[in-house]
């Protein structure tokens, strides 16, 4: 290997610079796509890697039996931290709950400015876990002191403007505390994320909290991590605390029909799973206690990981299709190196030095392009990415550019070392194999066939998509602003006083209180209503005030829903429930549950009486991936969600809640949403996922367009003296068109029996998440038929022009 060979190959890629642009401009876009759906698989991959000797840190789960979905959880009763470090195997317990719930955020105040925080109560233990170490001050004692809290880098620049933030103090839920200790900020790729650390003994925790913590009185839950010993038997593990669960006081408060419909199944059913797994959790559910933050389906990282190997491999193809005609076209000079002695070394060495400087070119070009689309990558993938240019990860796409050019040198190679000089320099140059031909004919049914499949799938999600966000939640969100407050109506003088105030604004309609907005379940709370007599049913309780139901403007299906005039807010005896509850309970229709009586448990284990006043339709609170389910409405005005109504644009509204807001809640931070956003909000992942498709299929489109180019370039230079016999007999230009389009044609539908009914699979399979579709037919897969076809049409009009006009003269002296 010589610098000769290098500059050699230089100069022959800068005597044709349409050829190069080309190659580097395809490889280029293809690796950008490829480095960037690579890097966000590897940041996925490396979710809390960071933590000392992860692999031995188990994440504890809970099955919640008593609701009938039984959804799993990240949270388990805290008084089994106790108990854990006692199990054989176990060397560590760490427990820890948000310092507030996500929907109403610790706010804390420094100086004249707000700031909302992402803060932990934690327990000892958790900063020895998670292998925390104090860059400034003193972790212990910060974690300890009733006045003291930790606080990342990145929280002190945030916050107090600098890192050296030891003994700055701010203001939290009317406390004054000071910063004890600095921690170097955690990555984003972490499920475990926090600006502000609170020990169980701080202020800011609570008296309430700080008793159930040490204690566990109540059966309070929390999240807990452990760490097991080497080779430890985690079935031994969870069976142990299983049976602390199942022996439990506060755990025993089940009615007897609860424990006749759990049957065999424990009421909360305890797991384990790896922390380092924690991030595929996908199904993951909301507690009361925290969401599961980020997470990700393994199917779908999986997925983006091969997308990006296809891009690759698409852009590939290109490059070994366009050298290979820039072979052919090159016979004479690799004739005469061959006659001038050339070697089958120096001849491999050639291409692939080539080879190598445009992969090396289309990487450099490939990385500045990913730079530039970094920001817009993030937002689709809904993740920090910043650190994805990293000296490691340039290395790692120079070595991957380096793989490509060797490997798509091969081929041109093998073809070049098969020129014969004698025939080449006699003027009968070879023409390409049939072998070889339909080599690359097979290689372009690839590429249309995958930016095909691309297309039909991204047409679906995109439909499929737009269907759920507009689907109907049972009444029209778009007059409604939803307003989340940091105290409860019910217990709060400041509270009742805003909504008041609130309601008798100019533009306001009316005002609702509910726990939860119609399309978000920030508080799911399950009870058991029973006929007495008769069956019973789980089923999810929802609080809302009287005026609820006509501000919406939803009729009954049967009796009458909750009025102002006619109900008296907090009474506990009428309730509301949709036509599934009606049928769980054992009723042959609404109208024959109208006036009947239900008995339950309320929270504090007394039993309660209930009648029913009306059956009402269902109203979705959860997605359209899952089914309605049965829903009892209560009269009770312990909400902090305002449901506001404009009398005309919604607008006016948000800004009379922001001018209200600092007389009322000086220490928070205003919270105000639009009705049509919380119920979009079910569906971000499935928007940002339809337009990353549609990114990646205009790439594939792309580059299957330009593929076909080539091939329909090389069918007019390989067929040119049989168009121009063919108009020596009379053929018109109408006839040699259709002799370059019928043979694209074919290779276009070619693809689509290849493409389409792995289409097919992959749309099923993403609509089974769904229990309702969209009226996604057959349409989708013609109308990416028709769209590949027509780029297709295009990609080869100029070379069909051509054709047409060859003027048989020219041709045959050529």
């Known amino acids: 290997m010589k610098l000769r060979d290098f500059r050699i190959g230089w100069r022959a890629l800068v005597q044709e610079p349409a050829y190069t642009l080309a190659v580097v401009l395809g490889l280029g876009v293809g690796l950008a796509a490829c480095l ?3 890097g966000f698989v590897r940041y996925s991959m490396e979710y809390d890697a960071h933590f000392p000797d992860v692999d031995r840190v188990y994440v504890v789960k809970q099955h919640f039996n008593v609701d009938p979905a039984s959804p799993l959880q990240e949270v388990v009763p805290m008084f089994l931290r106790e108990p854990a470090l006692k199990t054989p195997g176990v060397i560590g317990a760490a427990v820890y709950i948000p310092a507030r719930p996500e929907i109403t955020p610790l706010t804390v105040r420094i100086n004249r400015s707000i700031f909302a925080v992402r803060g932990l109560t934690v327990m000892p233990g958790f900063a020895e876990m998670l292998g925390l170490r104090a860059v400034q001050g003193n972790l212990a004692d910060a974690l300890d002191k009733p006045d003291r809290f930790v606080v990342t880098e990145a929280g002190a620049l945030r916050l107090f403007g600098t890192v050296n933030a030891v003994g700055r103090t701010m203001l939290a839920e009317g406390n004054t505390v000071q910063v004890g200790a600095v921690v170097p900020t955690p990555p984003a790729n972490t499920t475990i994320p926090f600006e502000l650390l609170f020990g169980v003994n701080s202020v800011v925790a609570g008296a309430d909290i700080r008793h159930e913590m040490m204690t566990g009185e109540h059966g309070w839950m929390g999240k807990m991590l452990l760490r097991v010993k080497p080779g430890a038997s985690l079935p031994a593990i969870i069976d142990s605390l299983q049976r602390v669960v199942d022996t439990a006081p506060s755990m025993q408060n089940f009615s007897p029909e609860m424990r006749a419909r759990l049957g065999k199944r424990k009421a909360i059913e305890l797991t384990m799973s790896p922390l380092r797994d924690a991030y595929f959790d996908y199904k993951m559910q909301n507690s009361f206690v925290s969401a599961p933050g980020d997470r990700a389906n393994p199917v779908l990282v999986a997925g983006l990981a091969a997308l990006a190997l296809l891009i690759l491999t698409m852009a590939a193809i290109n490059y070994v299709n366009l050298s290979m005609v820039r072979v052919l076209r090159r016979q004479r000079e690799v004739a005469m190196r061959k006659v001038l002695g050339a070697g089958v070394g120096q001849l491999m060495l050639l291409f692939l030095f080539e080879s190598l400087l445009v992969a090396m070119t289309a990487t450099a070009l490939g990385l500045m392009l990913a730079w530039l689309a970094l920001p817009v990558f993030s937002q689709l993938v809904n993740r920090q990415l910043d650190g ?19 490997l798509t040198a091969i081929y041109p190679a093998w ?7 004698t025939q080449v320099l006699a003027g009968r140059p070879d023409t390409e194999s049939r072998a070889s031909m339909q080599w690359r004919r097979a290689l372009t049914v690839l590429q249309v ?37 940091p105290e409860r109506v019910k217990d709060s003088e400041k509270a009742r006083r805003f909504y008041s105030t609130l309601a008798a604004q100019p533009g306001v309609a009316g005002v609702a209180i509910t726990e939860d907005p119609v399309g978000r379940l920030d508080w799911a709370w399950t009870h058991d209503m029973t006929r007495p007599g008769g069956q019973s049913a789980g089923m999810e309780m929802k609080s ?46 609404a109208e024959e549950a109208i006036g009947q009586t239900l008995l339950f448990k309320g929270f504090e284990n007394k039993v309660i009486s209930k009648r029913i006043v009306g059956i009402a339709p269902d109203l979705r609170f959860h997605s359209l991936r899952d089914k309605p389910i049965a829903t009892a409405y209560e009269l009770w005005t312990a909400g902090t969600v305002l449901s506001v109504r404009a009398s005309a644009d919604p607008a006016s509204v948000e800004r009379s809640v922001q001018a209200l807001w600092p007389s009322f809640f000086p220490d928070a931070l205003p919270k105000i949403v639009r009705a ?5 909000a079910n569906y971000a992942d499935d928007a940002r996922l339809a337009k990353l498709m549609s990114v990646a299929t205009g790439i594939a489109l792309a580059i299957a367009a330009f593929g076909t180019y080539v091939l329909s370039a090389n069918t007019v230079q390989r067929r040119a003296r049989e168009i121009v016999m063919r108009k020596l007999h009379g053929a018109r230009s109408a006839d040699i068109g259709l002799l370059v389009v019928r043979e694209i044609g074919a290779l276009v539908l070619a693809a689509a029996v290849i493409a389409l009914p792995i289409a097919v699979i992959a749309i099923r399979r993403y609509l089974s998440r769904y229990v309702e579709h969209a009226p996604i037919g057959y349409w989708t897969l013609l109308f990416a038929l028709t769209l590949t076809l027509v780029i297709a049409l295009i990609a080869i009009a100029r070379h069909t022009w051509i054709a047409m006009r060859m003027v048989p003269a020219e041709a045959l002296r050529t």
């Open 36 to 38: 960037l759906l690579l």
């Open 676 to 680: 049509s956003d919380v119920l979009a």
């Open 449 to 485: 066939s995958v930016a095909m499949g691309f297309a039909s799938v991204t047409i679906a999600v995109a439909w499929q998509t737009h269907y759920a966000m507009r689907a109907s939640p049972g009444f029209d969100p778009m007059p409604f602003v939803i307003v989340d407050m």
């Open 544 to 589: 809302v005030s009287a005026n609820f139901f006509e501000l919406y403007g939803i009729a009954p299906l049967a009796g009458r829903l909750f009025q102002a005039a006619v109900d008296k807010e907090d009474d506990r005896v009428p309730v509301v429930l949709n036509a599934v509850a009606a049928r769980e309970l054992g009723f042959a229709s």
């Open 415 to 421: 073809v070049a070392l098969r020129v014969h000089p």
């Open 388 to 406: 994805l240019f990293s000296l490691q990860n340039i290395v790692a796409a120079f070595g991957l550019g380096g793989v490509l050019g060797v």
